[in-house]
């Protein structure tokens, strides 16, 4: 006996079923090296594309492997979908055998799925030499396994797999297959760029001329490879296809899918087409590094849309233009899509930059050319010396209210600190730092031992400072990066350490240089700690 589909799954109307957004994340951008996930991982995610807005998040292959199995019995006990319909992947029946006889069909209809998507061989060679089949039967093997599909109540998609190469080897053929899955009642036929080695043009010839041919509802599977999986899947759209397949910020086998994000950025934004809820373009850049966060690797900064530096700019000329009117160097007004304008500061940074980064992190400049030179001057001395500010928004402000106050911010002052490594008969190494400070008055002594120098100094900061300032309890170091710069000594190299530091409400960047590692990250972990004072509201040292 098989399960029936679960209403439940599809109860909401979508935004407009005669075009598709159709996410295989869960399955096929689960190919992707690096990226392993659990079934609480796929459920996570499933519910992050709904909140998306996606009409169709592909699970898995049920039956294939007992986790797929698993993520759907749970999905369909633990997620009331609102906006996406679950869709359940598969083969078509096996050479020779009937479609209600086989056991991965009879998976798919278990795993109580409305819609299932087969895979169909279309590639005349793949037939042959895969499948060891003939033609002929290959078409049986679709007809049958569809018809068989939909009289069980299912929806069915089917997946034409190297549909591109196999049209460019034999296009009567390749479009045989999409007229036999049309026919035995398939919604969809997907024209999939397995190999992912087509170009835009080449994409929007064959789609026009197959839909012209065939008259089959058309949708598009794009893979990476020649890096315009993205501008494929457009070009698909535009000859007609009204079925899009993606996968979140692009991952997917080998160099990976049409990455949903910019997708269904241009469908909204550029094509005007309804494709996701109201109000869920904004959720985008949120959505893409939550997802991101799951599958435990880090977001693309570049990334169009969502990247943190998708809106991010360092040229004086840029900044100068954009003070005017942001939209002279950018194409959409960023929060529609839910991220933010940037301004970087560099070596590179104008006037207009700076006041704009000023503007940006709420310090008031008041038009004063005079402190808006000394920034820009300071700026560009401090990154001929190793400094970087694009990264350490903390430690550009600390130095821009200090240009504009007239004296550095300061809640504490080191008289000295010291850092001692002690190697061990044994093997072991003992870390001690001892620091040496003033806050409020007093001179502060503090001893700490760590599982490094570092560490050791980290938490003799905290020892001698916590007492006066309680508030940096709640600080916690959250990343430590560490970059030899080119220098003209070899080991006597200058060193610059990135730290970024979190309140448990946000986190920010500082920076430090020195002639040694631990010399910088003492700077770094001094701004840290004098920012998150200035968060906290903490009142500075007379």
């Known amino acids: 006996m098989t399960d029936a589909p679960d209403d439940n799954q599809h109860s909401t109307p979508r935004v407009d079923d005669t075009f598709h957004v159709f996410d295989t994340t869960l399955r096929d951008g689960a190919q992707r090296e690096g990226i392993n996930l659990t079934v609480a991982d796929k459920l996570t995610i499933a519910r992050h594309l709904d909140d998306f807005g996606v009409g169709y998040i592909e699970g898995g292959w049920p039956g294939a492997n007992p986790r797929d199995t ?85 929806r069915v998609f089917v997946d034409c797999e190297h549909f591109f190469d196999g049209y460019r080897a034999n296009p009567e053929y390749a479009k045989q297959v999409v007229r036999a899955a049309a026919e035995a009642g398939a919604e969809v036929v997907i024209l999939c760029d ?153 070596d590179m940074a104008g006037r207009a930059s700076i006041e704009l980064k000023g503007k940006e992190l709420g310090v008031d400049l008041g038009g004063d050319r005079e402190v808006v030179g000394r920034v820009v001057e300071r700026v560009k001395e401090r990154e001929l010396e190793g400094y970087t500010y694009e990264a350490a928004d903390a430690s550009f402000e600390l130095l821009l209210r200090s240009e504009v106050e007239g004296r550095p911010l300061s809640f504490f002052r080191t008289e000295s600190w010291r850092a001692i490594v002690e190697d061990r008969p044994d093997g072991t190494h003992a870390n001690e730092a001892t620091v040496k400070m003033w806050a409020k008055g007093e001179r502060i002594v503090a001893t700490a031992e760590g599982n490094g120098p570092v560490n050791a100094l980290d938490l003799a900061m905290r020892v001698g400072l916590e007492r006066i300032y309680p508030q940096l309890a709640k600080l916690e170091l959250v990343d430590y990066k560490v970059r030899i710069l080119e220098g003209k000594h070899g080991t006597q190299s200058t060193t610059r350490v990135l730290i970024t530091t979190s309140d448990g409400d946000g986190e920010w960047s500082t920076v430090g240089v020195g002639e040694n590692v631990i010399a910088a990250s003492w700077q770094a972990l001094e701004d840290a700690y004098t920012y998150g004072l200035l968060r906290a509201g903490a009142v500075p040292a007379e």
């Open 194 to 346: 397995t190999n992912g080695g087509m170009l835009p043009a080449q994409i929007q010839a064959v789609v026009s001329t197959v839909l012209a041919d065939t008259g089959a509802r058309l949708g598009i599977h794009a893979q990476d490879d020649t890096g315009c999986a993205v501008a494929n899947t457009l070009a698909a759209v535009d000859a007609g296809a009204t079925h899009v397949q993606c996968t979140a910020n692009g991952y997917g086998e080998r160099v990976g899918n049409a990455n949903l994000f910019p997708v269904v950025a241009a469908l909204e934004l550029k094509y005007g087409k309804k494709v996701l809820p109201e109000g869920a373009l904004a959720e985008m850049t949120r959505i893409s590094h939550a997802i991101a966060e799951v599958v435990n690797l880090t977001p693309s900064t570049h990334q169009p849309y969502v990247g943190v530096s998708a809106f991010a700019h360092k040229a004086g000329l840029h900044a100068s233009a954009i003070k005017v009117d942001p939209d002279l160097y950018q194409h959409i007004d960023p929060e529609l899509v839910g991220n933010t304008m940037r301004m970087l500061v560099s």
């Open 70 to 154: 698993e993520f759907f019995a749970r999905a369909r006990a633990e997620i009331d979908f609102k906006h996406a319909t679950l869709v359940a992947f598969g083969a078509t029946r096996r050479a020779g055998a009937r479609a209600e006889e086989d056991p991965q069909v009879a998976a798919l209809l278990e795993s109580g799925a409305p819609v299932v998507t087969l895979v169909a061989k279309s590639h005349d060679r793949h037939v042959e030499l895969a499948l060891r089949t003939t033609l002929d039967e290959n078409l049986e093997m679709v007809r049958d396994t569809v018809s068989y599909l939909r009289s069980q109540g299912r």
